[in-house]
């Protein structure tokens, strides 16, 4: 991979701790800013009881972390991001109609798992 590309930053992800990090029931949150990060973190815990750590992440971190068979969630934003450097390096993944995904109720798209 391409040190450039893998610099560029495709979201933020936030965790309470080092092992307690934002999921969906089955991913790792990726969000397109902090501002919608917080946004979810208010709905998941709204009298805001857990005290979370916002972080960007990088478009390596997340490969690195795809590689390891980590489950990602992305919202519209991050996979604005993350697909065309993904395509640009290879990795098979697909455009997402997220307003059809909406109308289904789905916020995130889910990847997980990315070669050895």
Do not use: N, W
Request: aromatic content about 10%; overall charge neutral.
């Amino acid at each position: 991979m391409s040190a450039e590309r893998d610099s560029k930053v495709v979201g933020y992800f936030a965790y309470a701790s080092p092992v307690e990090v934002v999921c969906t029931d089955t991913a790792c949150v990726i969000a397109g800013s902090e501002a919608a990060m917080r946004e979810f973190l208010a709905e998941l815990d709204p009298g805001g009881a857990t005290r979370h750590t916002i972080r960007k992440t990088r478009f390596g971190e997340i490969v690195t972390g795809m590689k390891r068979g980590a489950p990602y969630a992305f919202d519209e934003e991050a996979y604005g991001r993350f697909c065309p450097l993904a395509l640009e390096a290879g990795i098979p993944v697909a455009r997402v109609d997220f307003a059809a995904a909406r109308k289904r109720g789905e916020r995130f798209i889910k990847l997980q798992g990315y070669g050895a």
